[in-house]
């Protein structure tokens, strides 16, 4: 029972990082109709900004306010990305998915290969406080608390999202925008100035996840974001594309997936257990499980 209670927070964590990048991901698509492959660009941006920012002022600071200016500085720097990234190039090319699919693939191997010739391809280690190596007693299961605190920051993300499109302006804006572009501008409303911020959100939730990634393995590398970024466009065209609770959904299933099968059946089942449900899925409910059959 307590093998099965820790593989189940683990699984858990492991959501919780799928969900962070999905999330985005599904915004960005769902919202804005742009297919970004280089949202695992933004991950290993924000990723590599917090750990240069933590390892240049480790030893001079408390270790949690290190890991604190760390955070904030990847999430600035990975959100800067996204936005230059969507008004400089991305939006000359809304309606072209050829193109966008050719630039934004491109950025992902630049950005990957130039991470790799700065800082090598090996993991590097990031600095995290000692309470987030200590593991806390969960019904006689220790769980490490860094699964925790990816847990939580996955919810708190879940339950800001929802909230934003469902209860405040901007939210509205884009949600109106999305559905009748024409209209809305008609109106006077600045609809690209709303689609910069949607590429904006997408770029920190993936930052975090690029952080989150960090505390949740101990280090990070150049490649992280493209192996993540497998798993999320599967959790994105599971859950629905542009539905965040169907992200939500996904991601729960995936992470809890693996982890049961990696344990309980062998090693590298997991992720053949994954794509058999994307493929039933798609057979079964190709628009997800809950997105919305285009017409």
């Not at 230059?84 to 050719?102: A, S, T």
């Not at 299961?141 to 993300?157: E, F, G, H, M």
């Not at 299933?253 to 062998?266: I, T």
């Not at 992720?271 to 997800?288: K, N």
């Amino acid at each position: 029972m307590t093998t099965f209670l820790l593989l189940t927070i683990t699984g858990l964590g492991l959501a919780g990082l799928y969900f962070l990048v999905a999330s985005g991901l599904s915004l960005i698509y769902g919202l804005m109709d742009v297919l970004n492959f280089a949202h695992a660009a933004f991950l290993t941006i924000g990723a590599y900004a917090s750990w240069l920012v933590a390892a240049k002022l480790s030893g001079t600071l408390p270790v949690w306010l290190v890991f604190l200016l760390g955070l904030l500085a990847g999430l600035v720097v990975g959100t800067l990305a996204a936005v230059l990234m969507e008004v400089g190039m991305v939006r000359r090319l809304y309606g072209d998915h050829v193109g966008q699919v050719l630039l934004t693939v491109g950025l992902l191997l630049a950005i990957t290969a130039l991470t790799r010739a700065v800082f090598g391809s090996d993991p590097v280690r990031v600095v995290v406080p000692a309470w987030f190596n200590d593991v806390t007693r969960i019904g006689g299961a220790a769980v490490p608390n860094s699964r925790l605190v990816v847990i939580v920051s996955a919810v708190a993300v879940f339950a800001a999202l929802m909230f934003f499109l469902r209860r405040t302006r901007y939210g509205l804006v884009i949600r109106a925008g999305v559905e009748n572009r024409a209209m809305v501008s008609a109106l006077g409303i600045d609809v690209g100035r709303a689609f910069t911020l949607v590429f904006a959100i997408g770029g920190a939730l993936a930052s975090l996840a690029g952080i989150l990634t960090g505390t949740f393995f101990g280090s990070i590398t150049a490649d992280q974001g493209t192996s993540l970024l497998i798993f999320a466009f599967i959790v994105v065209i599971i859950g629905g594309l542009g539905s965040i609770p169907g992200s939500a959904l996904a991601a729960l299933a995936v992470g809890l997936l693996q982890q049961y099968a990696n344990y309980y059946g062998a090693v590298g089942i997991g992720d053949l257990i994954v794509v058999a449900m994307l493929a039933v899925v798609l057979l079964v409910r190709p628009q997800g499980l809950l997105g919305r059959v285009t017409t």
